[in-house]
């Protein structure tokens, strides 16, 4: 789980590259993204967030299960993959963040 996170999470476009895509009309409350409306790019990075979202859950309720054994390891793999992150991204990951909140 943690790999196709860090993988995805890799991949993700940065908020300015998607946001600029974006032209927000504030008459009509709602998001307009030019002629072709959402692209197959923009689709795709939907998927990719919603996965993400999927994979941080699943380890939620994970943790939540309080067994110790499972915690102790998902806690070294969690600060182990945040770390890689922050290394690519230079910030902590919310998700990861999250998830060790909870450990």
Request: with cysteine.
């Amino acid at each position: 789980c943690l790999s196709k996170y860090y993988s995805s999470v890799k991949k993700k476009k940065s908020k300015e590259s998607v946001a600029k895509k974006f032209i927000y009309l504030e008459d009509k409350d709602e998001l307009f993204a030019g002629p072709s409306q959402i692209t197959p790019e923009m689709e795709q990075e939907i998927l990719n967030a919603q996965r993400r979202a999927l994979i941080i859950n699943i380890l939620k309720e994970i943790i939540n299960l309080e067994s110790n054994l499972l915690n102790s390891k998902y806690k070294s793999l969690l600060v182990y993959t945040n770390s890689q992150l922050k290394s690519y991204i230079h910030y902590d990951n919310k998700g990861i963040k999250h998830l060790l909140s909870l450990l």
